[in-house]
Nanobody
Framework: QVQLVESGGGLVQPGGSLRLSCAAS????????MTWYRQAPGKQRELVAT???????NYADSVKGRFTISRDNAKRTVYLEMNSLKPEDTAVYYC?????????WGQGTQVTVSS
């Protein structure tokens, strides 16, 4: 079983920044692709950013240039640095670890961008 624990969400004004963290209990963490998703009220869950163990990265077009995903394999942790936040970034953010046979999800952390 894998546990993913997110932290770092909160309320921030437009233009502000937040840093999300996701700590994983899985051994061989470097072997797995880690992804941040988000889900806004009334909308489907969408991919935000993904990073492989080797550091290959992809972003959703909506966050390119504003968000940065990174990972510390020794700490089994993935991060999402979010800058220039917009009200439309408001959502519950989830981290995901995908194995060959399962998807594991964290409990989610709320990010609210509002003045």
């Amino acid at each position: 079983q894998v546990q993913l624990v997110e932290s770092g969400g909160g309320l921030v004004q437009p233009g502000g920044s937040l840093r999300l963290s996701c700590a994983a209990s899985r051994k061989n963490f470097i072997s797995y692709v880690m992804t941040w998703y988000r889900q806004a009220p009334g909308k489907q869950r969408e991919l935000v950013a993904t990073i492989t163990g080797g550091g290959n990265i992809n972003y959703a077009d909506s966050v390119k240039g504003r968000f940065t995903i990174s990972r510390d394999n020794a700490k089994r942790t993935v991060y999402l640095e979010m800058n220039s936040l917009k009200p439309e970034d408001t959502a519950v953010y989830y981290c995901n670890l995908k194995t060959a046979s399962n998807d594991y999800w964290g409990q989610g952390t709320q990010v609210t961008v509002s003045s």
